[in-house]
């Protein structure tokens, strides 16, 4: 069963993202230690005691679609209502409507442990949360009084309706029809797929966000508008009336998060689904981005909390189960798993990928606070243009990471790991789409090295880079003869991804955007374990008060650099190397 | 859906894995061109048109277990009747039972074509095969004068049985009961787990291969002994008789496989299975090895045919499926995903790590052919020693690259990759069992430094060197410039491995034993991605009759160095640099 790693978690949270910075921000200077214990303590309660035990019941069961509805396990239905009266749901949202109006820092600490407990059962606050995001940023006055009150208190739920048949990472080819209505208002009409929690029966009302042209848009995303259209229409006394014109047509059969219900979700076709603009019209990309790059970041969240959990359940395998004889054991009978070295070496693959997309979430989520909350315009654009950089990062590296250790933690369980009843394969199936979904990874390879690198002139990612080989200067004059050590690798990796990062600015620069795309992928992988080690090298120089810990912190940022930081050499050479070989990779013409 | 790849499993067998060497060994004189062309042709045709059809709905439905018996889709009984009709369960069986006598070679070819069409399907008559080859090796006239035709034929099927739940990668542990019978049997008592195809309704007998301890057996694994025992008794003159003291106790519910019952069985409940010895009291493991040498194969199989039914699949939708527009296409409207650089990367790493399983397999199976065939005791030795070295690396090189190919798969089709119904997924969730039974590949990466590196005194891995050595100036000195540009990767890579080999075996003569134990995995990897990189390089320096087949050969040869064995100066590191940190790492004093 799942326990918190609170002091994990708050060790990541102090002494690596950053949290200290934000207490001489306006809004975040009362934030005491105490109140951010407290939080984390309950969050971790409240993950460990009353989520967790559910996170099989809906894999088993699904979400059955019948007539329109879908039905939620009456389980997952109470514990949301548990959820809700928590006051979970608002934690960062604006104390104007409801919300508790902490660092997202914190909200972030919480998802992990959300999403450790049950992943899918924390899509659906997620996305109301990305709900609330665009809304407070982008919405008139009427629609926030309106629906933002119910959505901080979870009384209601968000969606992102994004995606169709012929739109999926291009939402270049998006069809969904808008119309103006003489009283401000807009019909709506099209056919949007995989829209998590697109139905549901969970609360009264869902509040979906929905992409969608006007008649005299441009074409391309120039001409894509957000609107509001909620499930239920609402009376000026914010009473529910009539039900709009909009359905769920069906769920999807997954791999798995059985538990989200991917709704097929049809607008109109019955007259126009009624809505209301969100923003500007043909300017709402802009609006979703606000969504999306949040979601990107709670994405990565989600492979880090599910690798958390599958780490947890795979360490109390190894140290139950007994078989063989491992090196040094003088004891009687079977040696456990655990001491045997392969096993050690799993263990430790699991663990130290979990802290590094742990430090990697929260540090994009702390560059994300410092964004909204710096004093000065310079702050504020150096730390967006810093939480524009980590965020592919959080979101690739944390969910390849989470796949590769729910497969480890299968590994670790042997031919137990296959057996549904075990629980490890679910982690596996769960995660698997997190890979995909929010922008694929790819896609999130090609957002670094075209939208990122370019920051600032490039200045943006050299200043990173620095800050990088900061920390390899400061493991070099630490006394700790095994913090001292982390330097070399690290140094070798920094000057890997220099070299890597001036190729790609170079290749693009050169107008060579082929070759450049052709090495996006492993640049991106590059970049996350160089970033991840260092990370894990600013927490090996902190002594923490428990010496054990500060001994398996320095252990673990030891194995990452030999086990992992390794790679980036190897992957240097790929990114630099192998483009004129997949460019010259022609699949139509062999497939002909 | 799929299509036999039929030229590249020629060419494989032919210009990379050596079917022409077996020529000139007793037998095999005969085995013309046009013979191998047929049959390959043949079993292409039955895969393609008759197995992959059914993949998708043993998934579906399972193998429902009721009362003790197991129903499988009536679907899956047709296809095994047609399957045994066209006589390929004795491909590589002995003539005088029926058997074709062919090398093993063509039977591992067309075992990728049945696992190909259904890994799941395809589990059934691997097991059988098995059975065949252990009690060909092992058993009386007599016993094989009862069992031999029908296994052969497939009218019965055979089945492995070691795992207890206790006792699974260590069998030490094992403690089935065999009690001597004065009539020469034996009675059978204990409990199995994770028996494939233990029990199941498309044969009116199953013929189970039976660990167990005799009462006055020495502790420990010199102490099992091997039994026949079969579902339903047979009768002096070959008819079946009364129902043995066996059963099956229930069907696991698994992440994959699912067309493949997985079954508890209960031997002696009701006064003791009756059972025949095979082989010698005690001996039962050596026997058992026969099975599994092959069996480790036979898996290895598994991934590479999964890996080749997911690339075709993926190749497919990345030709139909258009999203954004990739660099250089001036055309109108989305361009295919294939078009796009890092969907290219993807296919191209599904490719090669296809390409490379299969060489490796074959090469496992040529090796395995030549151990049986050579006229001399010299050959014999070296080809088993061969066959040894490469079984672990065919067992979990191709099933780790049958994991990752299947989860490419799952990504390049982007959303719809996580919908069930796209067929995806499956590949996924079946082949991920491969790397854990039959020895999970941290077993066999134990078994490549523990028993295989010793092999002729250290002689025979050094020679395995000399020879990846002699292929890497073998394209130095080729005219392509493509092909000479293969050796410099390559020596780089096979520098690393005889550097790793000198380390593995410098620890283990010095008895660093657990040092080596903490490096086997990387280094599995390291003897894999070079003797793979290897291997394409052979087949690049072959030009084919087919100039567009040889181009592309020599570029997936390339990529593969590019993108893939790149990795091996990394590995390196972690096999000689990663131990201490591993063994130092105590999870029993941080759980505690």
Redesign the interface.
Same mark, same amino acid.
């Given at each position: 069963m799942y326990r918190a790693p609170l002091s994990e978690i708050a060790f990541t949270l102090t002494h690596i993202a950053g949290l200290e910075d934000l207490r001489s921000l306006p809004g975040v200077e009362d934030l005491s230690d105490d109140l951010v214990e407290a939080i984390l303590t309950e969050a971790g309660r409240f993950a460990a005691e009353e989520i967790a035990p559910l996170n099989a019941i809906a894999d088993r069961t699904g979400t059955p679609f019948r007539d329109g509805a879908v039905t939620l396990p009456p389980a997952w239905r109470d514990l949301y209502h548990r959820w809700i009266e928590g006051g979970w749901n608002g934690l960062a949202a604006d104390p104007a409507h409801g919300g508790q109006g902490l660092p997202l820092m914190l909200y972030i600490a919480t998802l992990e442990m959300w999403n450790s407990g049950s992943m899918a059962f924390s899509i659906c606050p997620t996305l109301t949360v990305g709900a609330i995001e665009a809304l407070e940023k982008h919405a008139s006055e009427e629609l926030k009084a309106t629906y933002l009150d119910k959505l901080v208190s979870g009384a209601w739920t968000g969606t992102m309706n994004l995606?169709e048949p012929?739109a999926? #990472?291009?939402l270049?080819?998006l069809t969904a029809r808008a119309e103006r209505q003489p009283d401000g208002t807009y019909r709506i009409f099209g056919q949007k797929?995989?829209i998590s929690y697109g139905e549901h029966d969970m609360t009264d009302n869902i509040v979906h966000l929905v992409l969608a042209r006007l008649p005299d848009a441009p074409a391309g995303t120039r001409g894509i508008s957000l609107f509001l259209v909620p499930k239920v229409l609402v009376n000026p006394d914010g009473s529910l009336g009539a039900r709009n014109d909009v359905r769920c047509a069906g769920v999807?059969?997954?791999? %798995?998060i059985h538990g989200s219900p991917t709704c097929t979700m049809i607008y109109g076709d019955a007259g126009g689904a009624i809505g209301w603009l969100v923003g500007e019209e043909n300017r709402g990309l802009a609006c979703m981005f606000t969504m999306m790059n949040n979601a990107r970041l709670a994405v990565g969240v989600q492979g880090l909390g599910v690798a958390e959990r599958a780490f947890q359940k795979a360490?109390a395998y /190894? $140290?139950d189960r *007994?078989?063989?004889k =491992?090196?040094?054991d003088d004891s009687k009978g079977?040696s456990?798993i655990?001491?045997?070295?392969?096993?050690? *070496?799993?263990?430790?693959g699991m663990q130290a990928r979990t802290q590094v997309s742990r430090a990697i979430c929260y540090a994009c989520a702390h560059a994300i606070d410092r964004a909204r909350l710096s004093t000065t315009a310079e702050d504020r654009a150096f730390w967006s243009d810093r939480a524009g950089l980590l965020t592919p990062l959080a979101k690739a590296i944390s969910t390849d990471f989470g796949?590769e250790s729910a #497969?480890l933690g @299968?590994?670790i369980h %042997?031919?137990m %790991?296959?057996?549904? +009843?075990t629980g490890a394969?679910q982690h596996? &199936?769960d995660v &698997?789409?997190s890979? @995909?979904?929010e922008g694929?990874? %790819?896609i999130q =390879?090609?957002d670094l090295i075209q939208r990122k690198l370019p920051l600032a002139g490039g200045a943006h990612v050299k200043g990173f880079i620095d800050e990088l080989s900061a920390l390899a200067a400061a493991a070099a004059a630490h006394s700790d003869a095994g913090v001292k050590a982390l330097s070399d690798p690290l140094s070798a990796a920094i000057a890997d991804l220099g070299r890597a990062t001036d190729w790609m600015m170079e290749a693009q620069a050169g107008g060579r955007?082929?070759e450049a795309? =052709?090495g996006?992928?492993?640049y991106l992988r590059l970049t996350g374990l160089t970033f991840g080690a260092a990370l894990l090298t600013k927490g090996a120089l902190v002594e923490d008060r428990d010496p054990?810990a500060t001994a398996?912190r320095r252990?673990l940022a *030891?194995?990452f650099a030999?086990?992992l930081l390794? +790679?980036?050499?190897? $992957?240097a050479?790929?990114v630099m190397? =192998? /483009?004129d #070989?997949? $460019? #010259?990779?022609d699949?139509?013409?062999?497939?002909s």
């Open positions: 995606t012929q999926g #990472s291009d270049n080819a797929i995989y999807e059969h997954k791999m %798995g360490l /190894a $140290l *007994r078989q063989g =491992a090196p040094g079977m456990l655990a001491a045997h070295p392969d096993v050690k *070496r799993m263990l430790l796949v #497969s @299968i590994q %042997g031919g %790991g296959f057996i549904e +009843e394969a596996l &199936r &698997r789409i890979t @995909i979904y694929t990874n %790819g =390879a090609i955007v082929a795309l =052709a996006a992928t492993p054990k398996h252990l *030891r194995f030999e086990t390794v +790679e980036v050499g190897g $992957l050479r790929d190397g =192998a /483009a #070989s997949i $460019l #010259s990779y699949p139509m013409a062999l497939a």
